[in-house]
Antibody, heavy 124, light 110 residues
Framework: QVQLQESGPGQVKPSETLSLTCTVS????????WSWIRQSPGEGPEWIGY???????NYNPSLKSRVIVSLDTSKNEMSLRLRSATAADTAVYYC??????????????????WGQGTLVTVSS | QSVLTQPPSASGTPGQRVTISCSGS????????LSWYQHLPGTAPKLLIY???QRPSGVPDRFSGSKSGTSASLAISGLQSEDEADYYC???????????FGGGTKLTVL
């Protein structure tokens, strides 16, 4: 059974870098796609970006200039770094495993396992 | 503002059938497959439906999904108190080149 657990500081000061780690058990981080999603209070979820080992990354254009997602295969972990944080980045941050395929131009993409999420507040 | 549109709330009594709608556009719902998630605050969101109408193992057949054009729906039959949760739809968006979500529907079991 795949399990994901987010960890990191619960509070970040404005203009600083928000850094989170997702520890994966029950599956190798070298397989599949892995993603970060966040949800601000009262809003729907927002995709941040995804990564696949050896295959690169893809980020939400609205965050692309500030975000880096990386893998540490020795620890079976995925990391998120979001620089120049503002109050608008206050949210619950989730990591998730992604299933992704494209057949005849139709994309099937879904998150089949999620972490419980971690609340990050951007405040001085 | 979420890309996909869902009603903010829905309700039903135990045993009833409830449907939750999700609408989008040609670049997302109209072109790609849809997934649905159940979320109880403070817990990990749970995949309910993928590929429009497929249930992962362990999800009761009381949950079903369908899609037509740029709209989709999640149906829950035989409503139970433990179904009270937030429900989200999601799909791939060709314009964004990434996944998009609905704003969520809070289901209340009366």
């Amino acid at each position: 059974q795949v399990q994901l657990q987010e960890s990191g500081p619960g509070q970040v000061k404005p203009s600083e870098t928000l850094s989170l780690t997702c520890t994966v058990s029950g599956d190798s981080i070298k397989s599949d796609y892995w993603s970060w999603i966040r949800q601000s209070p009262g809003e729907g979820p927002e995709w941040i970006g995804y990564i696949i080992h050896g295959g690169g990354t893809n980020y939400n254009p609205s965050l692309k200039s500030r975000v880096i997602v990386s893998l540490d295969t020795s620890k079976n972990e995925m990391s998120l770094r979001l620089r120049s944080a503002t109050a608008a980045d206050t949210a619950v941050y989730y990591c998730a495993r992604v299933k992704f395929s494209m057949v005849r131009g139709v994309v099937t993409h879904y998150f089949d396992n999620w972490g419980q999420g971690t609340l990050v507040t951007v405040s001085s | 503002q979420s890309v996909l549109t869902q009603p903010p709330s829905a309700s039903g009594t135990p045993g009833q059938r409830v449907t939750i709608s999700c609408s989008g556009s040609a670049s997302n719902v109209g072109s790609n497959t849809l997934s649905w998630y159940q979320h109880l605050p403070g817990t990990a969101p749970k995949l309910l439906i993928y590929s429009n109408d497929q249930r992962p193992s362990g999800v009761p057949d009381r949950f079903s999904g369908s899609k037509s054009g740029t709209s989709a729906s999640l149906a829950i039959s035989g409503l139970q108190s433990e179904d009270e949760a937030d429900y989200y739809c999601a799909t791939w968006d060709d314009s964004l080149n990434g996944p998009v979500f609905g704003g969520g529907t809070k289901l209340t079991v009366l």
